[in-house]
């Protein structure tokens, strides 16, 4: 069992940064795949940015340049970099941790790009 805690959203400015952190306890993240996904009022949750455990990442193309996602598998914290917000990334950001047939999921945190 993994428990995940997101932390670091709130209200930008366009054009302005945030750093998403998500600590993960229970369990050592070092053997899952770990991703931030996105959902947004009205709409599905999708997948925004992974990383896998031999670190290699991948995003989705409306990230791509913008967003970088890291993990600190000895203090079992994932990190998602987002700079130059757009009114489109204001959505509720959560961590998930994925192994095999598991698949955890964080409560969320709410990230707002308005002026």
């Known amino acids: 069992q993994v428990q995940l805690v997101e932390s670091g959203g709130g209200l930008v400015q366009p054009g302005g940064s945030l750093r998403l952190s998500c600590a993960a306890s229970?369990?050592?993240?070092?053997?899952?795949?770990m991703g931030w996904y996105r959902q947004a009022p009205g709409k599905q949750r999708d997948l925004v940015a992974r990383i896998l455990t031999d670190g290699s990442a991948d995003y989705t193309d409306s990230v791509k340049g913008r967003f970088t996602i890291s993990r600190d598998n000895a203090n079992n914290t994932v990190f998602l970099q987002m700079d130059s917000l757009k009114p489109d990334d204001t959505a509720v950001y959560y961590c998930?941790?994925?192994?095999?047939?598991?698949?955890?999921w964080g409560q969320g945190t709410q990230v707002t790009v308005s002026s």
């Open positions: 229970g369990s050592t993240i070092r053997v899952y795949t």
């Open positions: 998930n941790a994925r192994r095999e047939i598991f698949n955890y």
